[in-house]
C-alpha cells in the first residue's frame, strides 16, 4: 500500500493533522503518530521517508524557514532521483507565500503548478489521487495490463 510524508511546520500542525486524520495511519506518516519515542529524531524521519511512496510538502512561512523541513526536502531530493520515491505534491497553505518565493527549491519551483490552497478538501483528494496512482502502478497485475495497452493510434 502506498504511502505519502506529510511535510511541514510544526505551527502548520492542525491543517496537517485533519488531513492525516482523514488518509488514516497506514496511508500517511505523520511525526505525531508514525514515529516511536525513544529513537533519534532524524533517523526517524528518513527512515519513514525512505518508505515512503510520496513526498507531500506543505508550504508556508514556516516551513520553509524549518530546519527540519529543509532536511526533509534534501532527502526527498535524493530519493526522488534514485527511484525511491515516486512522486512529490507541493501544496502552498500560506496565502502569503508565492510560487516564486526564493526559499523554495528551484527544482520544486520550476516544474510544478504551485499555488496557494486552503480546502483541505481539494488537498485531501490531491493527495488520495496520487496514492491511488503509486497503488495502481505497484500492483503487478496492474503493471502487466499497462504493458498492453494500446492508443487509438497504434
Not at 515516486?86 to 526564493?102: F, G, L, M, Q, V
Request: aromatic share 10%.
Amino acid at each position: 500500500m502506498a504511502k505519502a510524508f506529510l511535510s511541514h511546520s510544526s505551527k502548520d500542525k492542525d491543517l496537517v493533522r485533519k488531513v492525516a486524520q482523514q488518509l488514516g495511519n497506514k496511508n500517511c506518516v505523520l511525526d505525531e503518530i508514525s514515529f516511536d519515542p525513544g529513537r533519534k529524531t532524524l533517523e526517524q524521519i528518513f527512515s519513514e521517508l525512505d518508505s515512503s511512496d510520496i513526498f507531500v510538502l506543505f508550504i508556508s512561512n514556516e516551513s520553509l524557514e524549518s530546519t527540519w523541513v529543509k532536511k526533509e526536502i534534501n532527502r526527498a531530493k535524493e530519493n526522488l532521483s534514485n527511484d525511491y520515491l515516486d512522486r512529490i505534491i507541493p501544496i502552498i497553505i500560506d496565502e502569503n507565500i508565492t510560487y516564486s518565493d526564493t526559499r523554495i527549491p528551484k527544482w520544486i519551483a520550476k516544474p510544478y503548478n504551485l499555488k496557494f490552497i486552503e480546502n483541505e478538501v481539494i488537498i485531501l483528494k490531491k493527495i488520495r489521487q496520487a496514492l491511488k496512482e503509486v497503488n495502481f502502478k505497484k500492483t503487478k497485475f496492474n503493471q502487466e495490463i499497462e504493458k498492453n495497452f494500446v492508443g487509438r493510434n497504434a
